[in-house]
Structure formats: structure tokens, C-alpha cells
């Protein structure tokens, strides 16, 4: 026999859907996380499969909140993009290979039997630190998660904002070094803000910096790193280290660049930044905050703050659940 949790009267069901992790929890209406699970994504096993450990992460939570189907209100499922979030489809994500077309929404609806809805998850972690987070409280925000690639999503006037088919609010692809020659991995095009910023790019411009080093037999603390990470990148910078500050300060710079056309356009009274780079804190947050108010315009930069996001690890499962209570009605 199930013992119903007494908390379970008003909460969700959440899935995370990334790359390297996938993620479930039951969170209630105020954001307490009754139940939490994680494992390894591995992609390479192909849908079917991640489906099946996505599905059995949901059981597994439900299990563990005492929480039987009839008791939630559904279930909120975050996923990178492209995806078409009113028809609850997948497009063809570039973080999930192979992944074409797959109706997630009607396959969550059939695993757990309650309704579900789908969105980017940069829009469901705007939506997490609006409601349960850093956010509360604010009426427009902006959103930006800096980790393997760029996220993010907007809250403006006190709405998720969405575009016309579930995919705007993608800052990743803001252009911020019009003679920039990187090409972005996830799509394509040269110059883009997750090209000189995310994780990824970090550790790949670290690595061409350090060959160029040798070349030119200057010595840098990061020769020695092997695989080298943008958190290794960090520790050399605060150690003092010349190679690392300056493919730091180019990351600065892209970053800068992209948060004053976001608070130049919206206005918001907070930007949020998560996501693994976040781990940096005032070697990143102090920069961004001198870019923003001496470039952005005058009552744009009066009125905005810079902070991090409150989620920590479950920012994921919390921002599928926020979307999954303000699209799904109480039971």
C-alpha cells in the first residue's frame, strides 16, 4: 500500500532531460524537492533506452514522495532545443544524436499516466529562479546558464516568454564578435556568444593558448592539465597565470557583450546566471557587473542587478517543475 505524502496535494512530477545527466524529482508549489534521482545520460545508448532510464528516474521519485499518480497535477519535462513545445516534440536536439521527432510529451503521458508539458530548458530554468529561486519576487528577468553550451529564457512583465513556437529566449546564439572566427558547435555559425563563452569553448581556446605558449616558450600552469577544463582555466587565472587571464578576459568580453544587449533590450531588473562557469563567482560575477554598468544604457544599468542562480545541482528538475505548474491546471 502506497502512503500518500502529505505534502503531494499540489506537486509535480519534473524530468530533465541533458546531455551528460538526466534528472527527476516531485517538487510541491512552493519549491520543496519531496523526492530527487540522477544518472548519466549516455546517449550513445540511443533514445529508446535513455527514454526507458528517464522513465524508470520518474517511478523511482514517485516511489520515493509516496506519491501516487492520481495525487500530482503532471508532469513538467525540460529539454534543450530545437523542440516544438505545444506539440510536446523533440525536433532534433544537438546535445541528444539521433533524437528526431521523438514525441516526449505523449511518451511521459503513457510511462506515468499524467498529462505533461514540454519546454527548453532554458525557459524552464528562467521559470525556476522566477518562481522558486533568485527571481522571486521580480517581474522581469533574464536568464543565462553557462555550462557545456548557452542556454537561457526570459520572464518579462511576470510571463515565461516562449516566441512563436517554444524556441526564443536562445542567447546562446547572440552574435558578439562580428570578425569572430570560431564556428559554434550546436549551430554552425561563427561569432556567437557560446563560441567564446561556455564551458567547451573555454577549455578548446585554453588549449589553442597553451600550444601557441609553447610555441612562443612562454610558461603557463595550465601546460601541464590533461584534459584541461574551464574550471582549470579558472584556478590559473586566480593563481596569476598570463595564458589563462587573457582567454579569461576574452571570455569576460564575449560574456559582457551579450549581457548588455539583453539588458539594453529588456530592461530586466535581474539577470541570473547558472550553470557550471557560475562556479567562478566574483572572478566572474565582479567583470560582468563593471561591463554592464558601464556599457549598457543609463536607466537600464541603474535598474538591473547581476546574481547567480539559487537551483545548485537540481536547477533542472526545478525549472521543469515551475513550467509544470504555471501550464498545468490543480487537479
Known amino acids: 500500500m502506497t502512503h500518500h505524502h502529505p505534502h503531494t496535494a499540489d506537486a509535480v512530477l519534473a524530468l530533465d532531460i541533458g546531455g551528460t545527466k538526466l534528472a527527476a524529482g516531485v517538487v510541491t508549489a512552493d519549491g520543496t524537492t519531496l523526492a530527487f534521482a540522477q544518472c548519466p545520460s549516455a546517449v550513445r545508448d540511443g533514445p529508446r533506452a535513455v527514454l526507458k532510464r528517464l522513465f524508470d528516474l520518474g517511478r523511482a521519485v514517485l516511489g520515493t514522495a509516496g506519491a501516487a499518480p492520481c495525487d500530482l497535477r503532471g508532469t513538467g519535462i525540460g529539454c534543450g532545443g530545437p523542440l516544438d513545445s505545444t506539440a510536446g516534440v523533440l525536433l532534433a536536439p544537438p546535445h541528444l544524436p539521433g533524437w528526431t521527432d521523438v514525441p516526449i510529451v505523449q511518451l511521459a503521458e503513457d510511462a506515468h499516466g499524467l498529462p505533461a508539458v514540454l519546454d527548453n530548458d532554458g525557459t524552464a530554468g528562467a521559470a525556476g529562479e522566477w518562481r522558486f529561486g533568485a527571481g522571486r519576487g521580480t517581474r ?72 601557441e605558449a609553447r610555441a612562443r616558450g612562454v610558461a603557463t600552469a595550465l601546460a601541464d592539465r590533461d584534459p584541461l577544463t574551464a574550471a582549470d582555466v579558472t584556478a590559473a587565472v586566480r593563481a596569476g597565470d598570463g595564458v589563462a587571464t587573457a582567454v579569461w578576459e576574452e571570455t569576460l568580453d564575449a560574456l559582457g557583450t551579450g549581457l548588455v544587449s539583453l539588458v539594453n533590450v529588456f530592461e530586466p531588473e535581474l539577470v541570473v546566471l547558472g550553470g557550471g562557469v557560475t562556479r567562478a563567482g566574483e ?36 525549472g521543469a517543475a515551475a513550467i509544470a505548474f504555471e501550464r498545468l491546471p490543480p487537479r
Open 283 to 318: 572572478l566572474l560575477m565582479e567583470p560582468l557587473r563593471r561591463r554592464v554598468a558601464e556599457r549598457a544604457m543609463g536607466p537600464a544599468a541603474a535598474t538591473v542587478r547581476l546574481t547567480t542562480a539559487a537551483g545548485g545541482d537540481q536547477a533542472g528538475v526545478l
Open 140 to 211: 522581469h528577468l533574464v536568464y543565462l546558464t553557462v555550462s557545456t553550451g548557452i542556454g537561457g529564457g526570459m520572464v518579462l512583465d511576470g510571463r515565461t516568454y516562449r516566441g512563436a513556437a517554444g524556441n526564443g529566449g536562445e542567447p546562446g546564439h547572440l552574435t558578439v564578435r562580428s570578425d569572430g572566427h570560431r564556428a559554434c558547435r550546436s549551430c554552425g555559425r561563427t561569432g556567437c556568444l557560446e563560441a567564446y563563452a561556455s564551458g567547451t569553448s573555454i577549455a578548446e581556446r585554453a588549449r589553442a593558448a597553451v600550444a
